[in-house]
Each structure stands twice: as C-alpha cells, then as structure tokens.
C-alpha cells in the first residue's frame, strides 16, 4: 500500500514510521490516522520488522488533530457519529500503538500538541530534539475534557499533568525530560542519528523476548488500572463534547480558540 500522508522507510529490522503533511506541522487527518493504522499493523505483522519509530517529517512532530477538517466534516456530529469516529480513530488507535508487539520509539522535534502528545506518549520510548515541546490546550481553550486518552498523569505525575492541562501551557523537552516523560533531549540535528541508533541497539535482541516483555510491563501499568481509568476518561470525553462551553467555542471556530490562545 502506498501512503499519501505517511513516509514508512526501511532500515534493516527498523521500520520509520512519519507524519508526512509537514505543511500542516503533521496535523492529524482522518486519512493520516487510517494509514498510521494501517502502516502500524503493517509493521507488527512483518516479521522482519524488530523496532517502529514514529516520527514526523518537517519542523514539528504533530499539532494534533486536523481541527480544520473536524470542524468541516464533523462540527455537527450528533453524540452516535462522534462517539464511532473518536472511539475507532482516537482512541482504539492509540492503544494499538501502545499495544504494538514491538518497541516503539517516538522521534519528537518541535510541536508535540493534544493529539500528538497523546500519539507520542503512546510509544516505548521517547527522543526529543532540544526544540520539541509538549502540551495539551484541549480544556483550556476548547472547552472539552482534554484528549481523548487521558495518559498524562501516568507519565507527567499529577501534580505536572493538573499544571499542563488546566492552564493550558507548555511543556520543554528538557522539563519533560526531567520528569521522566522523555528519555533522552539531543540536538535537533542528532535527533534522526541518536534515535536510530537506539531503534539499532534494540533491533539486536531477541523480538520473542521484547514482545513478552513489553507485555508484561502494559499488564503492570494495568495492574494499576491503566486501561480502566482510560476507558472511564473517553466516557467523560464524549459528555464535554455535548456540554454548552465546547459547543460555543466550536461554533467560533476550533482552530481560532486555539489561535487567541497562542496571542
Ligand atoms: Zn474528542
């Protein structure tokens, strides 16, 4: 299959995976979405493939989701419509990712916004150039319950995902390093090298031996009910969709609630 908003390359047993609509900071469209599912799958059934990186090609990772399109297509969804669309797309999506029987490695320079810090913090591991930045303005400026996937308290801690999500800030990639949520900060122009040298050292163990292993490491985030408290957020996602404060900022337009917010 050929992919017209993705670039999949190949690298010995590492397969790159990239958002490929730079000249749209790699916003996320229901057709990128379908490819990098397909693409996922793609990957994790090729026996060859050992280690996925997801990256983004051009200056930002990802902004997130194309909110251009959402408010053309789906600005008026009714509760089934949009319910359908952001459970398959949003959030059975990302947790492919997360359950991917393969590490996954996230390559983030620039701007890793909403969907994007939700995608991104679906992987393994995370390099970020000492540009990349992450946040989630979702409650702040458009008035619904953050992303889809709430997984910022499992890798900010509380204290840093209540600061992020409530005032609507940003996040650099040295402070998300110090927290925790990223692995390794490097210069941007040594992000591809530094993360495919790490894809290379992970490719030379043993794929039995990750795949059982990253099993056991989800089991125990679920151990800590992971999957419940995601499930129960997506629940009270779809309730914000329908409550008057998001559907007057959609009615103003998304993209613009997003634009004051920035001035
Ligand atoms: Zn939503």
Same mark, same amino acid.
């Not at 990772?61 to 459970?87: I, M, P, Y």
């Not at 040594?190 to 056991?216: C, G, H, N, V, Y």
């Given at each position: 299959?050929?992919?017209?908003?993705?670039?999949?390359?190949?690298?010995?047993?590492?397969?790159?995976?990239?958002?490929?609509?730079?000249?749209?900071?790699?916003?996320?469209?229901?057709?990128?979405?379908?490819?990098?599912?397909?693409?996922?799958?793609?990957?994790?059934?090729?026996?060859?493939?050992?280690?996925?990186?997801?990256?983004?090609?051009?200056?930002?990772?990802?902004?997130?989701?194309?909110?251009?399109?959402?408010?053309?297509?789906?600005?008026?969804?009714?509760? +089934? +419509?949009?319910?359908?669309? +952001?459970?398959?797309?949003?959030?059975?999506?990302?947790?492919?990712?997360?359950?991917? %029987?393969?590490?996954?490695?996230?390559?983030?320079?620039?701007?890793?916004?909403?969907?994007?810090?939700?995608?991104?913090?679906?992987?393994?591991?995370?390099?970020?150039?000492?540009?990349?930045?992450?946040?989630? %303005?979702?409650?702040?400026?458009?008035?619904?319950?953050?992303?889809?996937?709430?997984?910022?308290?499992?890798?900010?801690?509380?204290?840093?995902?209540?600061?992020?999500?409530?005032?609507?800030?940003?996040?650099?990639?040295?402070?998300?390093?110090?927290?925790?949520?990223?692995?390794?900060?490097? %210069?941007?122009?040594?992000?591809?090298?530094?993360?495919?040298?790490?894809?290379?050292?992970?490719?030379?163990?043993? %794929?039995?031996?990750?795949?059982?292993?990253?099993?056991?490491?989800?089991?125990?985030?679920?151990?800590?009910?992971?999957?419940?408290?995601?499930?129960?957020?997506?629940?009270?996602?779809?309730?914000?969709?329908?409550?008057?404060?998001?559907?007057?900022?959609?009615?103003?337009?998304?993209?613009?609630?997003?634009?004051?917010?920035?001035?």
């Amino acid at each position: 299959m050929t992919y017209e908003t993705l670039a999949v390359e190949r690298f010995g047993a590492v397969c790159r995976i990239s958002h490929n609509r730079p000249e749209a900071r790699n916003a996320e469209s229901r057709q990128l979405l379908d490819e990098l599912d397909h693409a996922f799958t793609a990957a994790a059934e090729d026996d060859g493939v050992h280690v996925i990186i997801l990256a983004g090609k051009g200056d930002h990772f990802s902004a997130g989701h194309d909110l251009k399109e959402a408010q053309r297509e789906r600005g008026n969804f009714t509760v +089934e +419509e949009r319910w359908a669309f +952001e459970s398959k797309r949003y959030f059975d999506y990302s947790l492919r990712i997360l359950h991917t %029987p393969k590490p996954v490695i996230a390559q983030v320079q620039g701007a890793c916004i909403a969907a994007g810090f939700m995608v991104a913090n679906m992987c393994d591991i995370i390099m970020a150039a000492d540009d990349a930045f992450f946040s989630d %303005p979702v409650a702040h400026s458009l008035g619904a319950a953050a992303v889809e996937v709430l997984v910022h308290p499992w890798v900010l801690g509380q204290r840093k995902a209540r600061e992020l999500l409530f005032a609507g800030g940003k996040l650099t990639a040295v402070d998300a390093e110090k927290i925790g949520m990223v692995n390794h900060v490097v %210069p941007r122009a040594d992000l591809e090298t530094r993360t495919m040298e790490m894809a290379q050292r992970i490719a030379q163990a043993s %794929p039995f031996a990750l795949k059982i292993l990253k099993r056991s490491l989800n089991r125990t985030l679920d151990a800590q009910g992971f999957s419940v408290a995601l499930n129960a957020h997506f629940d009270t996602h779809q309730l914000s969709h329908v409550a008057g404060a998001f559907q007057a900022i959609r009615d103003g337009g998304l993209g613009n609630a997003i634009q004051s917010s920035k001035a």
